[in-house]
């Protein structure tokens, strides 16, 4: 497809001498180009997008500066792209820790990449657009338009910064979705980065940010899941009884790398007796028994039936009731023959709820 007149404005890459800035302000000929925001890992967080620099201009860091308000540039690479009449105009420059100035250079290039109209029409407002209903599906549109895979990463690395918030915005979510499921791990490595930063924890407990949570998760399995399951471990049994939080923790059983559901299944298997009295500890213990590794639904298995008060509990709930006759199926001899005389002798209680009378008749019509 013929090259589009394309919107893009993105700074990226630009490194700093000081650890922490607060909205310092480099100048250029022609006028301000650029604002940067706290930082304490001496990278910008956050910027406004600001008219572009002429080309063949100066970045000015004053000597005589007595306050320090600028620090010194260590810009290393930062590209600038405004497409017109389909041509980039890149500004960068290679020099580190210049002491007055950094030169900044500039050419003109055939644009690399293609851009529909409806790419155009989001381009520069992603963030915006992303925070509303009509907006979110917009963006999710010229995600899913065919074309440039370059398009793609523009719109999303429009997001940077932000993931944290959207998170938890009940439309920008949508848009990280989307982002996550069409885009690579190593276009994605902030928005990892930054749920790092807020917490998958956190995220994991809500609405929205769980499916976000969820989707990283299983985006890379052995590194992102791997973190992500260890930050949750941190506080298991808040995250697992929890409405959300439990659909996280049943989704890294079932689908996270190995270490993460062997690590997953043992804290299922140290506190059973705390999960099998909440609902949604309740079902991630009945997922555990279905989509835990082999070995470790065995060992949970056995751990069930030798606790009468555990068993019963479950056999009584919604979630859990399934979990029992599992645990029957899977461990076999006199463990499974106690374990169902403890149930027998439970009747009356297991008679008062639909899910114990479930387990009964299985019982009574060994069907286990």
Not at 105 to 129: D, I, K, M, R
Not at 145 to 163: D, K, M, N, Y
Not at 235 to 263: I, K, M, W
Not at 287 to 308: C, H, I, N, P
Request: charged share 20%.
């Amino acid at each position: 497809p013929s090259t589009g007149v394309c919107s893009l404005r993105t700074w990226s890459g630009c490194f700093w001498d000081a650890a922490s800035l607060n909205r310092k302000t480099h100048r250029a000929a022609g006028g301000d180009w650029m604002q940067f925001m706290d930082s304490d890992t001496s990278y910008t967080t956050a910027c406004t997008k600001l008219p572009g620099i002429p080309a063949g201009c100066e970045v000015n860091n004053p000597e005589d500066s007595e306050d320090d308000e600028f620090p010194t540039c260590r810009l290393r690479t930062m590209s600038w792209s405004s497409c017109s009449d389909g041509r980039h105009e890149s500004f960068w420059s290679s020099q580190q820790g210049a002491d007055s100035l950094c030169e900044v250079e500039s050419t003109a290039e055939a644009c690399s990449f293609p851009t529909s109209e409806l790419a155009q029409s989001v381009l520069g407002q992603v963030w915006e657009l992303s925070q509303t209903a009509q907006g979110c599906r917009e963006v999710q549109d010229a995600l899913e338009e065919p074309g440039s895979e370059e398009a793609r990463r523009a719109i999303t690395l429009e997001l940077q910064t932000h993931i944290a918030e959207g998170l938890f915005c009940p439309y920008a979510n949508f848009v990280l979705q989307k982002c996550i499921a069409i885009l690579s791990e190593e276009d994605l490595d902030f928005f990892f980065q930054e749920l790092m930063a807020a917490g998958p924890e956190k995220a994991a407990k809500h609405k929205f940010g769980c499916r976000v949570t969820q989707r990283l998760a299983s985006k890379n399995p052995e590194t992102w899941g791997v973190a992500i399951g260890e930050a949750i471990l941190c506080d298991f049994e808040s995250v697992a009884c929890h409405p959300y939080g439990n659909y996280v923790v049943q989704h890294l059983l079932e689908n996270g790398a190995e270490s993460t559901r062997t690590s997953l299944a043992a804290f299922v298997l140290e506190q059973m007796s705390s999960l099998v009295s909440n609902t949604f500890g309740a079902a991630v213990v009945a997922g555990a028994m279905k989509t835990a590794l082999q070995a470790d639904q065995v060992s949970l298995a056995r751990a069930l039936l030798t606790d009468s008060d555990s068993l019963v509990a479950l056999a009584l709930s919604r979630h859990g009731h399934g979990s029992v006759m599992a645990s029957l199926d899977l461990v076999t001899g006199e463990e499974s023959r106690a374990a169902i005389v403890s149930l027998q002798q439970e009747s009356d209680a297991l008679s008062a709820t639909k899910f114990g009378r479930a387990v009964l008749a299985a019982l009574e019509t060994e069907k286990l």
